[in-house]
């Protein structure tokens, strides 16, 4: 991670095609663009590798988290739960969508706990969204049980997971709907990118049509049907699709090296008194972009990161004192300090999330993680894994 390491000609031949016939819209102009359908081509590429009946691109991960919810008639009042660990673009399409995001708990695979999610529903809750977290799978069967017994669709925020599969299965396709996305910093890129796939027909076709104004894309004359309902412009763009086209191409690849390196990890760390593993629903199915491990305590976490940091390793992250990716310093949303007015809904219906105390602390003040690139070689992965070994071994 991420797939930009790997770029090569195969994304300028792709984005070549499409500045030769200057349509860089992904709707209409179809005599100008010459039979070139970037965006088409990768829903198709994502449908074929996922087993999803339908796939639709957006302009980001966050845009098809948005949809999604729209498209699944969540809205003003209603209750979304969610996992704490994550990127806050969870919780703002669910804001955006005008539902109100509720917390539950993470347990020791980092995703969301499906014991603490009973705790949490109410006659509000209208999905359950888990997260993907660092490239892994959450525990779906749980998880789907429990929303199988309330009749509440499942969600799966697949945002940081694409490529991942659980026990055979792509993330992403086995609720009733679930998201990708392609950012710059992703496995697969588009530079800014998202998709939802999902196996239900209604589901796609109020995505489709909200993504894009409520346009209906099965009339052939654009800007002459009528309109169903109002949407916005979550739209992608052939330019980033075209990039995407080519690197979901080599996700295979990708996947193999990753995994690769990871391993290469694993063994090092293994062998490490004082650290515990990530617990993984489906190891096989790991995309392998984080090696993950608990230090004993929230203080030895820290110094284990400052000596990973100290012996140059890259991308490594104590979740707990992140500012992006969990909870306790998400002060912005805590204390409500939002750009324009919320609506009354959402403010009468959050929880005062300042008082909370999250059990998830005591799983996240331990947790580590060390990044694991696509660039590097078998060889330079042994040496930084040996680095980072002995490094871990230091702060203990």
Partial sequence: MPGWELFDENE????????????????????????????????????????????????????ALTVTLAALGIGAGDEVITSPFTFVATFESIMAAGAIPIFAEVDETLCLSPE????????????????????AAADVDALKSVCEERGIPLVEDACQAFGATYKGRAVGTLG?????????????????????????????ERADRYHDHGHDHSMSDRGAEGHDFPG?????????AAIGLAQIAKLDRF?????????????????????????????EGDSGTFITF?????????????????????????????NWHYIRNWKHFKERRFANPVSKDILDGMPDYTKREFKSDAIMS???????????????????????ANAIRHAL
């Fill in 12 to 63: 300028k031949k792709q984005v070549s095609e499409v500045m030769e016939t200057g349509v860089v819209t992904r709707f209409g102009f179809d005599g100008a663009r010459k039979g070139r359908w970037k965006a088409r081509e990768m829903e198709r590429a994502i449908r074929e590798r996922t087993g999803a009946a339908h796939a639709l691109l957006a302009a980001d991960g966050t845009a």
């Fill in 176 to 204: 009733d709907a679930g998201c990708y996305s392609f950012d710059f910093n992703k496995i697969v890129t588009c530079g800014e990118g998202g998709a939802l796939v999902t196996n239900r027909r209604d589901v796609y």
């Fill in 255 to 283: 996947l193999e090296i990753q995994r690769g390196n990871k391993r290469i990890f694993e063994d090092e760390f293994a062998a490490i008194d004082g650290i515990e593993p990530r617990g993984l629903p489906d190891p």
């Fill in 116 to 135: 603490s999610v009973r705790e949490y529903i109410t006659p509000r809750t209208k999905a359950v969204m888990p997260v993907h977290m660092c490239g």
């Fill in 232 to 240: 916005y412009n979550y739209r992608v763009t052939e330019l980033h």
């Fill in 366 to 388: 331990r947790a580590v993680s060390v990044t694991i690139k696509l660039g590097w070689s078998k060889e330079e992965a042994a040496e930084r894994a040996k680095r980072a």
């Fill in 294 to 322: 608990f230090a004993k305590n929230e203080e030895t976490a820290r110094k284990v990161t400052r000596s990973l940091k100290e012996s140059g390793a890259e991308g490594v992250f104590h979740w707990y004192d992140n």
